[in-house]
């Protein structure tokens, strides 16, 4: 399973970004995906999840509301598209893949096995 995130850059506060994560190796039936971020210092956050079939999506209480995560089954690949975007959010994005993750586990980092190289988000007021 190859993970292949991208859309990251340096933006204004305020302003959008859409980020991708291209899934290719398998099909994903059956697993849950998700977005992280993290900064040198502190621990992988998570941001955002939803299954591959369908439904069960869930955010950090620090974007909902101004980042969606959705998926494009026929071109395998999951979006996060982030709007109002604040300094805070600046961070190192990555894009996950987990097989068989139950609801209560989806925030949790430790319950995904695979994993993208990150995408740089820099926002800047």
């Known amino acids: 399973v190859q993970l292949q995130a991208s859309g990251g850059g340096s933006v204004q506060s305020g302003t959008s970004l859409r980020l991708s994560c291209v899934l290719s190796?398998?099909?994903?039936?059956?697993?849950?995906m998700g977005w992280f971020r993290q900064t040198p210092g502190k621990e992988r956050e998570f941001i955002a999840s939803?299954?591959?079939?369908?439904?069960?999506?869930a955010y950090a209480d620090s974007v909902k509301g101004r980042f969606t995560i959705s998926r494009d089954i026929a071109k395998t690949t999951v979006f996060l598209e982030m709007k109002s975007l604040k300094d805070e959010d600046t961070a190192l994005y990555y894009c996950?893949?987990?097989?068989?993750?139950?609801?209560?586990?989806?925030?949790?980092?430790?319950?995904?096995?695979?994993w993208g190289q990150g995408t740089q988000v820099t926002v800047s007021s």
């Open positions: 996950a893949a987990g097989y068989g993750v139950i609801i209560s586990a989806q925030r949790t980092a430790d319950a995904y096995s695979y």
């Open positions: 190796g398998r099909t994903f039936s059956g697993y849950t």
């Open positions: 939803i299954r591959w079939s369908g439904g069960t999506i």
